[in-house]
């Protein structure tokens, strides 16, 4: 079958770090994206990892461990507008999108 | 315009009644997505074309129909709406299907069937 696990909610603070942790099981593997999604809006692309290792982009920075079936997104120097939900997007077999629920970030003063 | 466009933003309607959700892109990519997102879900993919003259079906197809005649145009029909349709619709465009390029949405149509 084909499943993603990442946290529900997650709050973490203005200025501060914050690593959004996913695990994924799918039938095929093309690489894995992760989007950010703010309340009443579309998604948008953040990142796309295809080897193992970390990718780094601005204040984003998405990790991935193909062996492990395991990806994080790590957020730095966290605004106020990173409030989102962050969500783990595997790729899998036949180029097919794996979307799930993702985790919603609060970011508090 | 640039990038996705979607038509209507927002729409009630009666249940039975039929409905066309528009979607234009002007950025010549050449595949093209309908999703809808129902509160606190993930995404579903509901038809999908990987080119103009070509569709095809989705996680959840039914209810809903689709054509591509062009490359910029790809509208989602509902033939008769159910209050189960009401939902977020996305429409998301990436450059080749079958790939793995990120793909792009538009704005979103939330409908309300009644």
């Known amino acids: 079958g084909q499943n993603i696990d990442q946290p529900t909610e997650m709050t973490a603070t203005e200025g501060a770090i914050v690593q959004i942790n996913c695990t994924y099981q799918t039938s095929g593997f093309n690489g894995l994206f992760w989007y950010q999604q703010h309340a009443g809006e579309a998604p948008t692309f953040l990142s796309y990892n295809v080897l193992d290792g970390l990718e780094e982009k601005g204040r984003f920075s998405s990790f991935l461990s193909r062996s492990k079936g395991y990806s994080y997104l790590l957020l730095k120097e966290l605004q106020m507008k990173d409030s989102a939900s962050y969500l783990c997007v595997p790729l899998g077999s036949n180029y097919q999108l794996i979307w799930g629920a993702g985790t919603k970030l609060i970011i508090k003063p | 315009i640039a990038g996705i466009t979607q038509a209507p933003t927002s729409q009630i309607l009666a249940a039975g009644r039929r409905m066309t959700l528009r979607c234009t892109q002007d950025?010549?990519?050449?595949?093209m997505y309908w999703y809808r997102q129902d509160l606190g879900l993930g995404l579903r993919l509901i038809h999908y074309s990987n080119t103009a003259g070509t569709t095809g079906k989705g996680e959840v197809p039914d209810g809903y129909s689709v054509s591509r005649a062009n490359t910029d145009d790809f509208p989602l029909t509902l033939a008769s709406a159910v209050p189960s349709q009401t939902s977020v619709y996305f429409c998301?465009?990436?450059?080749?299907?079958?790939?793995?390029?990120?793909?792009?949405f538009g704005p979103g149509t939330r409908l309300t069937v009644l």
């Open positions: 998301a465009s990436s450059e080749k299907g079958g790939d793995y390029n990120e793909q792009f």
């Open positions: 950025m010549r990519h050449n595949a």
